[in-house]
């Protein structure tokens, strides 16, 4: 599948829009569907599980082995409207998320609809964000965000994401 990624644009026109994309607490992948008018396609870029990190995952995570995975959400015409980066903590998170996670289809704020999840705003390195821009290109560091995913047992996941053009409308 080919794909259509642009920086979010800078211009005061879309500059609220961007503000309330990197504080709202919600499912991202809601909003996206919800400005495409439609399902979000995963596109996976990597995932494997992993016992190396960078020391602040350890640091926001904890444990010992994780789920790395790098995805973009698009419309089924291409346009990307968000990548990320993700690490899940493997011994804190139920077998049937990390199934779900395995298969490669399902946007991840599908699948935390079904757990109690609260996120923490967290800074992260340049070398975090490396990770996700030798994959997809085009950093863009104030279009980005990084937090945490907390559930009663602890902390879950770390993401680290950035806001692409496709936001905005499809250009004309």
């Known amino acids: 599948m080919s ?3 642009r920086v979010f644009p800078a211009d005061a026109a879309h500059a609220a829009a961007l503000r ?7 499912s991202t992948t ?5 400005v495409a008018q439609q399902p979000m396609r995963v596109v996976l870029h990597q995932q494997e599980r992993t016992s190396e990190v960078l020391p602040e995952v350890r640091e926001h995570l904890g444990g010992q082995h994780w789920l790395y995975r790098v995805t973009s959400l698009c419309t089924a015409e291409g346009l990307v409207m968000m990548d990320n980066l993700s690490l899940t903590r493997l011994d804190t998170v139920p077998e049937w998320f990390l199934q779900e996670l395995e298969k490669g289809c399902a946007p991840i704020g599908h699948l935390l609809d079904a757990l109690f999840v609260r996120r923490e705003p ?3 390195s340049a070398a975090l964000h490396q990770a996700l821009w030798q994959h997809v290109g085009l950093p863009d560091e104030l279009s980005s965000r990084s937090y945490r995913i907390i559930t009663p047992q602890g902390p ?11 936001l905005t409308g499809p250009v004309s």
């Not at 309330?20 to 919600?26: I, P, S, T």
């Not at 809601?30 to 919800?34: D, G, H, K, T, V």
């Open 156 to 166: 879950l996941m770390l993401i680290f994401e950035t806001f692409r053009a496709g």
């Open 3 to 5: 794909v259509d990624r």
């Open 122 to 124: 967290k800074p992260t």
């Open 20 to 26: 309330l994309l990197l504080v709202h607490d919600g």
């Open 30 to 34: 809601r909003l996206c569907q919800a």
